[in-house]
């Protein structure tokens, strides 16, 4: 296949992505917490976009669903400090998940950096508590890690079901 077909593929694999996440991003709400925060199992689409695609369009993917969800009123920002540290970074993180590869272990693929970017994301939030709500950090540990842990089991399971039959047909890998 010539590059320029390749480049056409990819950009239509990444809009697909970003459809996939933002038609899954609302059904997230029923689980939103009172400032913010949900079980996003719309991340998936995201992580499966940096694990397929590659990390660097698996970021390009994110940010682009971030400017979206910002269009379409999809996300709310208490300040600069709650937009970067609630939004850009955590999206930034998980496009960038492909970054750690997948463990091969009993044939399945396991993402195991998407354990390391949910904590990373968490940590993200935990600042922008601190810094955009001066919640004290008990509170702020209470309230963002139930829904980020929920996130990273939901998408986990999604991933391992997911992935296999995705990267199959897609045949990138």
Known sequence: MNTQNTKIKYMVYMAMFVAIQLVLEPMTKITEMPHGGNIAFSLIALFLASYLLGPIR???TALVCLGAQFVLGLATYYGIA???FDYVLPMALVGLCGIFPLWHFKGMDIPWGMVIIMIIKTISHLLAGWFAFQT???GNL??????????????FVLFIVIYPRLNKVLKLN
């Open 58 to 60: 698996g970021l390009i």
């Open 82 to 84: 709650s937009l970067f």
């Open 136 to 138: 004290p950090l008990q």
């Open 142 to 155: 209470t309230y963002n890690i139930p829904y980020n842990l929920g996130t990273l089991v939901v998408c």
